[in-house]
């Protein structure tokens, strides 16, 4: 199957099923839509334009995310109408979309202002100590000896260990399941 490309020339059409989450239904959907599926894979399509041709909310969720779509190509710069237009946001989380328009893109990285100084080693290092994870040891009972061994289970921060499976750990690392159970409750309680 071929179709000719604004030049002219002949180019490969794709068959909507040859697209990564589009099955039998989404590819019907998909043939009788105003766009097909190498618009998907040129990134010419939406998430809005997707559910507008009546595919699934998440079927099109996965195909925004596997061809970096756009949510909307009709959001402009109007950053306050793009948060009421997400689903799932809080009136906070609205409220701070809305407020980061403004001059960001013509911002360079020496004149962001992450730690306030305009320095930008000073910033990144801000930024690095905010986004380090909490260590283990900070998990009340567990001192660094113990540290060392729970990091050949893969734990190494309060969170890994606050999502720990207790009976796979235990078994790993010959520990008592219930000490480690209490282990990732007290993680837990630190989050």
Known sequence: MTENDITGRETEAVRPTNVHFVGPATAEVIESAEFDAKDIQNRTVSYEM???????????????????????????????????KIRGLKDDER???????GDWEQQSPETATTDGSGDAEA??????????????TDVPGIDDRLA??????????VRSMAIADPERVADSLSFDCERVANWRNAARDLL
Do not use: Q, Y
């Open 50 to 84: 997707l559910r507008e041709a009546g595919i699934n909310p998440g079927v099109a969720g996965r195909l925004r995310k596997e061809h970096s779509l756009s949510w909307s190509f009709e959001s402009g710069s109007d950053l306050t109408g793009r948060s009421n």
């Open 95 to 101: 409220a701070w979309i809305a407020a980061s328009s």
């Open 123 to 136: 910033e990144e290092a801000a930024w690095r100590d905010r986004s380090s994870p909490d260590p283990v």
């Open 148 to 157: 060392n061994e729970l990091a050949e289970a893969g734990i190494t921060s």
